[in-house]
């Protein structure tokens, strides 16, 4: 019996040492940039503007519903750039809480279009944020964030007259996210950390479109980021 509430006792002590991870007993200020990849999921124009550029057309399509070959585009990618904090939360240790902005630039271009033709999508998300450290001695941590989101479409063309036009398009809704990354400390204050992590964000929007309305997008992006957190 004896052995048996020393065991238990040890086990009880070493649940409460978990998750004491120091980088999350202190206010974080989050600041992170990186590399980002959107992926087009659902949404009329959404998808139809995507299968455009998949096979090389232009935007613009003519009185006698023809385009002009523009050559297929590269991938879309791009950059995001993050400005959040956390701070600790008492009563659970190794879980923090705070709120995150980010936004993100991406573009292509086609083989043959050069910059009269182009496709840029950019999006932005604002919300509540959570960071959970759950080793005490390892600096891997969970992340995620739910809030508004919103994106920004541009498609650059060639009307039939060779003049440049742009089609602009807004929505806005709710976004979301998920992710895990590992806190480097090579700075004599441990407070400071280089992060490293991988994001993966979905959105859904309202996007008001010529000739369809109402047109619900729903969209992700996968984001690999570095930071720093002081």
């Known amino acids: 019996m004896k052995t048996l509430i020393t065991t238990i006792f040890i086990s009880v002590n070493g649940l409460c040492a978990f998750a004491q991870n120091s980088l999350s007993q202190q206010t974080q200020v989050e600041v992170a ?115 508004m989101g919103a994106v920004f479409t541009k498609n650059r063309y060639l009307n039939e007259a060779g003049q440049q036009n742009f089609f602009h398009q807004f929505g806005i809704g709710t976004s979301g996210s998920f992710g895990a990354g590992y806190s480097l400390t090579p700075f004599k204050n441990k407070d400071k950390a280089i992060d490293l992590s991988v994001l993966y964000q979905a959105y859904s929007t309202r996007v008001e479109v010529n000739g369809i309305g109402d047109d619900q997008w729903r969209f992700g992006a996968l984001n690999f980021l570095v930071g720093l957190t002081f």
Do not use: C, H, W
């Open 33 to 147: 940039t990186g590399l980002v990849l959107p992926n087009f999921g659902k949404g009329n124009e959404l998808l139809r503007s995507s299968d455009l550029r998949t096979n090389g057309q232009s935007y613009f399509q003519n009185s006698a519903g023809n385009r002009a070959n523009v050559g297929k585009y590269g991938t879309q990618q791009g950059f995001n750039i993050s400005l959040g904090f956390y701070k600790p939360v008492r009563a659970v240790k190794g879980l923090m809480l705070g709120g995150m902005i980010r936004s993100a630039q991406t573009g292509s271009e086609p083989d043959n279009g050069g910059y009269a033709e182009g496709y840029f999508f950019n999006f932005l998300s604002a919300g509540l944020a959570a960071k959970y450290y759950p080793f005490t001695s390892n600096n891997l941590y969970l992340k995620g964030e739910a809030g």
